[in-house]
């Protein structure tokens, strides 16, 4: 065991780590056994003494970890005897077999009642010692035995007498296993220049992951600051939240590494601290501001990360000013890896990204990568004032960080590049979602009681980030940006440094304008789903509209519809905003619906002329739906054809309507003939808007006998998009075009278009026969077409085009690819190459989900899944990645008989953390069933029609 560097420390801290080496001659042999063996958590772990040990040693021994192999208890908050107010962490990674790494924690606390036994969070940590040393009484106390409860995530250390109140520090010796499912404390592999496979290593403690890679008190609340000292070879990178402030040698005989000790971080919670250790190519940027900010990519890929480090700047300099705070840290640093759990992690002063979601090469990145890049950056450096500064005090709240953070990142990117036109993306990226989800039964509010870990990661879902988004959304647009802006800056400033709740944002806001925002976010807030507007009256009274609208809950699945008594209570208060056929309406825009006082509410909308539309919910401004009488729907349909409507009214109203007929609350064939409306469609997001409700149907349709007429319709109706747009950029198009360009001709080649299938698979070859090089915005469509007749050489190609690749974003574009293919031998070549080390094991759930668009696809992805469940309990045990793979892989059947099938494999097969997924699975099934046997006739009827 190597000395820390202490030369610096206070002498507070010399006496605590001098405490904590003592005799550490003697313990490590048992470190070095340890680190050398791969340590197992599910199993007692004994250490034999040597005869020539000496006592401090057999203390070590005596107070040996004790596992526990017990059912899982009902879940309780840490108790609050322990108060945290700073860590000192020292990691030492074992770098010859990349697997273990020991550790030291000295926790310095206050303790605020006799306590015997004190509770931590842990898991999978073999405890070597604990030690507390009694700053009042200077005395030591050892522990007499260490129980590590892996189940439940729980440590407990008793001593041989009870801890008094009064500050102190408890000293942890560890060790640990690197973990490869992309928790904790990580690793990776990466490739050098000249082609050699090495591992770097990261965190991710987001939940409640710092558990698994030392003992803390890990939850939010429990705010401390970090001092972390890592060893890392001397040709390898160290980083941390905050920059070096020292750096020693270690020991003679280890001449190639040295001790990394890292400035102390502000006051935060444990699920933002982070550490990396790898080799990086390094750019370097610097603020208005003089914060510095820095991009480590992989090696030689320097130029990939010039993009997302330009970003960042603009992204930082965007909130210092908006927040009017500056970014309280000394440096920023941006560190992709190739394997990682989600897009991205807001670690304060060093945020973790996956590759895809960072770096961008300018000649083979697509544009929607680019933008994602940019949405992804914008996003996790909004979160380094809302969630790290101020900090939500329990999990109950992390959709206000998320959807906060998610309606930012629209504020900021539209900022930056005003020609991504990135708010008419909104409704599709964050509104639409959200409705989609929140209209089930098994939908839960946004603000959730969280009552076990294992809850945690799934509320990191569409209703956290889509409906958190847009209810924020909606909260902004009623109060104008100026309050807006000046009550969050008041929010930011009083709980700096500190835990909120919910409703000490809406407090701030309210007072800041005078508006009732309490009383109306709670009902946002506290209750599932959305409402329902519906037009009761409407009447022209001279040169204004009378209208009478109601409001009920939004039922997507006809099952509960019904059943009004369960839902009498939902009740919501209803910024209400209107558009017209000549323009939109600002005098209306802070009209209320409170729903508290009365569900029925008359509104005269001055300025209407006889001839003009009115549209409820202008710009889709409000989280609710609204159902229109035919005659109102009709009087937009001219406005929809010649574009006069603007385009976010008009994906607003395929939307609703597309929602309203798979409840039952509307007829397809009028979603039909809306649809004939948008032949001239020329907005990206209208597209977007188009493509999901086309592939919805076509979902339906392919478990009938309808499935190729309808295809023909679509054809019919939307080639003319594709001979306007054509297959090739023209200069100076925008950056929309392209992205609509690849979106239209990936759907033409889902519907099995034969023109557009013949000249992708002819762009394929000249690219492989490298005669021509095609754009990555066509990549996707060029490989899926090219795989559409399931040739073998073409899947050989393929796998080609992967293997030559250095490009994150250009194999996972590939195995997209693959998944799409209808053929079920070459379906079963990708599902054996999918299991190879070639493809990392998240990429797998991406071939598969591509592979489920398809019915035969879907089918054939479902039966793989349940042949190899024990691998993806065994990879995927809990997170939110999982969680989403599960609802996407199952939510397209129809049939009573898959929800029967679906529902008795996961009650054999439980995943932790995905019970909510497997409901909203099995209540999509059940819509989409019933939705097919309600209206494949009158389909039908009207398809012969228009055939």
Known sequence: MVELDIASTTSKQQRRLKLLFVNLSSVIVIVYIYCRKSIRTDQVRMVVPAAEESDACRVILKAKTRKLVRKRLDFERLPRTLLPSHYEIYIEPDYTTCETYKGITALTITVTDVVKVLKLSAVGLEILEVTYEDEAKKQVLRSVEITVDDENELMTVEFERGLLPGNGTLSILFLGRIQDNMKGFFRTKYSTVEGEERYAFGTHFEPNYARHAFPCLDEPDFKATFDVSLVVPKNRTGLSNMPIVNESPLESNRKNYRILKFETTPVMPTYLLAFVIGEYDILEAITEGGVIIRAFTPPGKKFQGEFGLRVAVKCLEFYTNYFDIPYPLPKLDLVPFSSFSSGAMENWGLITFRETAFLVDPEQSSSISTQWTAVVIAHEISHQWFGNLVTMAWWTDLWLNEGFATFMQFLCVDHVFPEYKIWTQYATDVVIPGLELDGFHSSHPVQVEIRDPGDIAEVFDTISYCKGAAVVGMLYRYMGEELFRKGLRTYLNLYSYKNAKGWELWECLEVSSALPILKMMRTWTEQTGFPLVKIADISQRSDARGITLTMERFCANPKYSSNKIEFKDSIWVIPIHFSKGSGLLESATSSLMDGTESCIVDFLIPDVSPSDWLKVNSEVSGFYRVNYPSHMLNEFIPSIRDRTMGPVDRLNLLDDLYALVKCGESRTVSLLRLLEAYIDEDEFCVWEGLSRVIGGLKEMLDFTDLSCRFQMFVKNHFRPLKQRLGWDAIPEEGHLVGMFRSSLLVRLVSLDDEETISEGKERFLAHVRKEASVSPDLRAVVYRAALASGESEVYDALISLYRESDLLEEKIR??????????????????????????????????????????????????????????FQEKFAVGQMFSRFLKELLQGFCSSEMSIEVESFFKQHSFKGTQWSVQQSLESIQINTEWRKRETESIRSFLALKL
């Open 814 to 871: 590939i195995l997209r690819a693959l998944g799409s293919t209808k053929d079920p031998e070459l379906m079963n070549r990708i599902l054996t190459f999918a299991l190879t080390d070639e493809v990392k094991v998240q990429d797998l759930l991406s071939i598969l989900l591509n592979m489920a668009k398809s019915k035969e696809g879907k089918e054939r992805a479902w039966d793989f899944f349940k042949m190899n469940v024990f691998l």
